[in-house]
């Protein structure tokens, strides 16, 4: 007999990497799947689903999807946006109208009451908007939680990192898990590591340009392996600009400045000082730079890296809130003209060639759409920038996908690149749908459908 087709939804679909999971695990279970809607509105990854999911319509806007027109269906895929809780974002969460989009998923579960769903977000929905230090989640995470458990499901979340399953990436993200049956565990998958090095390819163009001359001068090819060049933190692993000469040549009086005024902008004490709420970085005045670093020739100094690009000049930043329209409101920094003005390290590390260069026998740190193409891999004697194959492969996409939707490299590069770093880990998926297939066949046995089409 046929097997029972299960029939999903997959909404702000992406790249499809959660379908692809989703389908992986219940082919596994022994059954067939069917995609009755997918819904995406963004050029690139419209274009990356009429590529690998050839024949099947694309909806557009969600929110102009009526829920009477959607073909009933078993499960609803969704990694409804994540920018409003990002910390590479503002965080705004419900203020913010893409944060609102969770209520599209809301409607449709509500109107269709399928048995089950998977969700993927960042991390950082877990703590946003905490109303207290000592809460483990925010009110964010708390209101998703308890709109899917009016509606009837059990539902089970978890942070999953991605390096434990099998896949040479860090990557926390947080999944939920509802079905109208079982709270699925998300506890004791089997770990699986895998190194960056198991998935580089080799012996590709690098790139020679002053950037690459000035770093492959003073370090050895092998040196670089796990290196940041940014100048936001200190520490070994991270190379300044100031120590390459990318702005100009510093002398050692300045570079010792600029170390320690990279630490020193972080202590929290610089606050109370300045009169206002901390940040990870602030501006000191003279005055207050001489208090660890006092030279004769402290102000020509700081006026010369200022005039090179290691220094901005600028007034600290207030925390000030905004209210939306809803009336929901979130935190922002904005620079307090009522502060005097001081100096701070130019910390923007996307003026570099690469930001940093992977380490071939780790797993690499978090991929995000701003840094991956500035990201480095050495290969051979030289440094060239990460492939897109590779970036598929970081994220355990099958071989035989294809982010060859533009004419051109550059924009097959960038588009690529954005679009893999707001994506979700495949293999993840697979592992958390598989235990949703488990709950799904014993539900239909229980109902006498068994996994066989009547």
């Known amino acids: 007999m046929p097997k029972k087709v299960v029939k999903f939804i997959d909404l702000f679909s ?34 990356a689903h009429e590529l690998n999911f050839p024949g099947e319509v694309l909806e557009g806007d969600v929110t102009k999807i009526a829920t009477k027109d959607i073909e009933d269906f078993d499960f609803l895929l969704a990694g409804f946006p994540c920018q409003a809780f990002s910390v590479a974002g503002k965080q705004r969460g419900f203020a913010d109208t893409r944060g609102t989009l969770f209520f599209e998923v809301e409607r449709i ?191 020509d100094m700081l006026q010369h890296l200022l005039e090179l690009g290691y220094l ?15 009336g929901r409101s979130s935190s922002e920094r904005v620079p307090d003209e009522s502060k ?18 992977l380490d071939p026998f780790t797993a690499t740190p978090t991929m995000v759409a701003m840094d991956m193409e500035r990201v480095g891999v050495v290969d051979g004697n030289g440094i060239r920038r990460l492939t897109l194959n590779e970036g598929l492969a970081l994220f355990g996409y099958p071989k035989k996908y294809s982010l060859e939707i533009y004419d051109t490299e550059s924009k097959r590069r960038k588009a690529g690149f954005d679009l893999l770093g707001n994506t979700v880990c495949v293999p993840v998926i697979q592992a958390v749908a598989e235990r949703v297939a488990v709950s799904y066949t014993n539900h239909l046995e229980s109902i006498g459908g068994e996994k066989d089409a009547k």
């Open 312 to 326: 901005v000049y600028e007034h600290p930043k207030k925390k000030v809130t905004i209210t939306n329209e809803d």
């Open 340 to 357: 005097p003005k001081g100096y701070n390290i130019v910390t923007g590390k996307l003026s570099f060639e690469f930001s940093q260069i």
């Open 109 to 299: 579960l509500r109107d269709k009451k399928p048995y089950g769903f998977i969700l993927e977000n960042v991390e950082g929905l877990v703590t946003h908007d905490k109303e207290n230090a000592s809460d483990k989640i925010g009110r964010t995470l708390s209101t998703i939680i308890h709109s899917l458990e009016t509606m009837g499901y059990e539902v089970n979340w978890k942070v999953l990192d991605a390096k434990n399953f099998g896949l040479a990436q860090t990557r926390n993200r947080i999944y939920i898990v509802g079905t109208l049956k079982d709270k699925i565990s998300l506890d004791n998958f089997k770990k699986k590591t895998k190194s960056f090095g198991r998935i580089q390819e080799n012996g590709l163009p690098t790139v020679d340009d002053a950037f690459t001359q000035a770093l492959l001068a003073i370090y050895q090819p092998q040196e670089l392996y796990g290196k940041s060049i940014k100048d936001k933190r200190g520490g070994e692993n991270n190379i300044h600009s100031w120590e390459l000469g990318i702005r100009g040549q510093t002398t050692v009086a300045e570079k010792n400045l600029l170390n320690r005024l990279l630490k020193e902008r972080r202590k929290k004490h610089w606050a109370e000082v300045i009169g206002i709420d901390w940040m990870d970085g602030m501006p000191l005045t003279v005055e207050q730079i001489r208090t660890f670093y006092d030279s004769d020739q402290l102000e």
């Open 14 to 47: 992406g790249m499809g990497g959660i379908r692809l999971g989703f389908e992986q695990a219940f082919k596994k279970a022994g059954y067939n799947t069917k995609c009755v809607l997918t819904s995406e509105i963004k050029e690139a990854a419209i274009k």
